[in-house]
C-alpha cells in the first residue's frame, strides 16, 4: 500500500496513465475515469472493500451538485437555441460591442455572471450563446471557450459573494466590503491574460475545423422563415437573464435578511434562487414564452437535449468519482505536511498550498476552504495584511483544473474540446490567470498602509 511521498507519486501516475489511456489509447473518458479511480484506491490505504462504495459515493454526490443542473441547462439552451434567442443575443452582442470587441463583451459577461452563479451553470447556459458568436464573427470557439470559462473561474474564486471567497475572507479575518472590491481589482487583469490575451493565442493554433459541424452552421445562418414570428432582442436577453437573476435574488436577499434568516421572504427567495430550481423555472417559463418563436415540436427539443445530456452527466460524475478517492486517500493532507516544511514568502506560499490541493482535489472551494483554514489564523503572525493573504489564496484555486475537477468535463464536453484540448484552453489559462492575479496581489502589497484595508 502507499503512504507518504509514494503516495504523491502514485497521485502522480495515476494522472499519466489517465492520459495515456484516453490519449493514446482512445478509451473513452468515463471508462478511463472509473478505472483510474478504482486503481489509485487500491493501491492506497483505503480498505480494499470500501474501494467501490467510495468510488459510488463520489460519483452520486457529484451529481447531486450538478447532475439536475446539467439537464435542465442543456434543455433551457435548447429552447433559447431553437427559438432564435442565443442568435439574436449574439447579433446583439456585436451590434452593441462591434466584432474586434466581442471577446472583451463575453470577457466582462463572464465576470458579471459568475459572482453569484455556480461555475457549471453559467457554462452551460451561456455554451450556445458562445458556439453562435464564434460562427458569426469566425472567431475560434477555443478562443471564446477560453474567455468564458476562465472568466467565470476566475471570478467563483476571487470575488464574493461566492462560497469560497467567503470563507477566505471569514478565516483571514477581513471585512467582506474590502475583499470584494479587492478581489474584484485582482480577477479583471487574470481574466484579460488567462482568458483573453492567451484566449485569442490559443485560438489561432485550436481552429473551428471539424468543431462546428457544416449543418450547423447552416442552421444558424439560414434566411429566417417569413411565416414565424421572429422573437425580439429584449425577449432574447430576458430569457437568458432570468435564471441568472432568479439565482441573484437568493444571494442578495440572504443578505439583506442575515440576521433573520427563517422570514417568510428569505424562505421565498431561496427556495425560487436555489440553482436547480430557477432552471426548473425558466425552462418551464420558456416552454410557454418562447412557444410562438418555435417551429419544432417541443417532444423533439427535449428527445435533442436528452441525447445530449446522457454523456456529459456519465463524464461529470466519473471525474467526482476520481477527485472522492483523491480525498480519502489524504494526498491533500500529505501535500499541506510537505509544503509547510519549506521557508518562502508568506503570499507565495499561500497561493502554492491553494494551487496545489486545486490541483490534486479537484475542487476550487475545498481547496479556498482547506488553504485559509490553515493559513488564515496565521495571517498576523506571517506579518502579511489579511486581505492580501486571503487573496493570494484564492488566487491559488483559480487555476491547474485537471481531469479530476468535474468542472474540466463540463468545459471539455460544452466546449466542444478534446482532452488534450482541454488542457491547453481551460488548464493552462487558468493556470495563467491565477498567476497574473498574484502577480496583482504583489503589486498590490506595495501600496500596503496606504490603500484602505490594506
Known amino acids: 500500500m502507499l503512504t507518504g511521498n509514494a503516495l504523491i507519486v502514485g497521485f502522480i501516475v495515476a494522472l499519466i496513465l489517465l492520459f495515456v489511456f484516453i490519449i493514446k489509447f482512445k478509451w473513452d473518458a468515463f471508462i478511463s475515469l472509473l478505472v483510474i479511480a478504482i486503481g489509485l484506491g487500491l493501491v492506497s490505504s483505503i480498505p480494499a472493500k470500501d474501494v467501490p462504495g467510495i468510488v459510488a459515493g463520489g460519483f452520486g454526490s457529484t451529481l447531486t451538485g450538478v447532475g439536475i443542473l446539467i439537464g435542465l441547462g442543456i434543455i433551457f439552451g435548447q429552447f433559447l437555441a431553437s427559438s432564435g434567442a442565443i442568435s439574436n443575443i449574439a447579433t446583439g452582442m456585436l451590434r452593441a460591442f462591434g466584432v474586434k470587441k466581442s471577446p472583451y463583451a463575453m470577457g466582462a459577461t463572464a465576470i458579471t455572471v459568475s459572482i453569484p452563479v455556480f461555475f457549471d451553470a453559467a457554462f452551460i447556459i451561456l455554451h450556445k450563446l458562445i458556439q453562435n458568436l464564434s460562427i458569426k464573427t469566425k472567431i475560434s470557439l477555443s478562443t471564446f471557450v477560453a474567455i468564458l470559462a476562465i472568466g467565470l473561474i476566475t471570478a467563483h474564486s476571487l470575488i464574493i459573494p461566492t462560497p469560497g471567497p467567503l470563507v477566505v475572507a471569514d478565516q483571514v479575518g477581513s471585512d467582506i466590503g474590502i475583499f470584494f ?113 418555435i ?4 417532444s423533439k427539443i427535449f428527445s435533442d437535449a436528452f441525447d445530449q445530456s446522457g454523456m456529459v452527466i456519465l463524464i461529470t460524475g466519473a471525474g467526482g468519482a476520481f477527485g472522492k478517492v483523491v480525498q480519502e486517500t489524504g494526498i491533500g493532507d500529505l501535500i499541506i505536511d510537505l509544503m509547510q516544511g519549506l521557508s518562502m514568502p508568506a503570499l507565495l506560499l499561500a497561493f502554492l498550498f491553494s494551487q496545489i490541493l486545486r490541483a490534486s482535489l479537484g475542487s476550487a472551494t475545498v481547496a479556498l476552504v482547506t488553504t485559509s483554514a490553515i493559513m488564515g489564523p496565521m495571517a498576523v503572525e506571517l506579518g502579511v495584511s489579511p ?50 492575479a498574484l502577480i496583482a496581489v504583489y503589486i498590490l502589497s506595495m501600496f500596503t498602509g496606504i490603500l484602505p484595508g490594506l
Not at 490575451?197 to 434566411?223: A, C, D, Q, V, W
Not at 411565416?227 to 439583506?256: A, C, H, R, Y
Not at 417551429?295 to 417541443?298: G, Y
Open 387 to 436: 486581505v492580501l493573504l486571503g487573496l493570494a489564496i484564492c488566487a491559488g484555486g483559480v487555476g491547474l483544473s485537471l481531469p479530476n475537477d468535474s468542472g474540466f468535463w463540463v468545459v471539455s464536453k460544452f466546449g466542444r474540446l478534446s482532452m488534450t484540448e482541454t488542457l491547453k484552453v481551460w488548464s493552462i489559462g487558468g493556470f495563467l490567470s491565477g498567476v497574473t
Open 181 to 293: 472590491i479587492y478581489g474584484l481589482l485582482v480577477a479583471i487583469p487574470g481574466v484579460l491574460v488567462g482568458g483573453i490575451i492567451y484566449g485569442k493565442f490559443i485560438g489561432k493554433r485550436i481552429t473551428n475545423e471539424g468543431r462546428l459541424h457544416p449543418s450547423e452552421i447552416t442552421e444558424m445562418e439560414e434566411t429566417k422563415d417569413p411565416n414565424q414570428k421572429e422573437i425580439s432582442t429584449g425577449l432574447s436577453f430576458g430569457m437568458l437573464l432570468l435564471p441568472i437573476v432568479l439565482i441573484l435574488s437568493n444571494t442578495v436577499v440572504g443578505l439583506i435578511f442575515k440576521e433573520n434568516p427563517d422570514h417568510i421572504v428569505n424562505t421565498f427567495f431561496t427556495v425560487i434562487g436555489d440553482k436547480n430550481v430557477a432552471l426548473l423555472i425558466s425552462v418551464i417559463v420558456a416552454m410557454f414564452v418562447l412557444k410562438p418563436y
Open 295 to 298: 417551429k419544432e415540436d417541443s
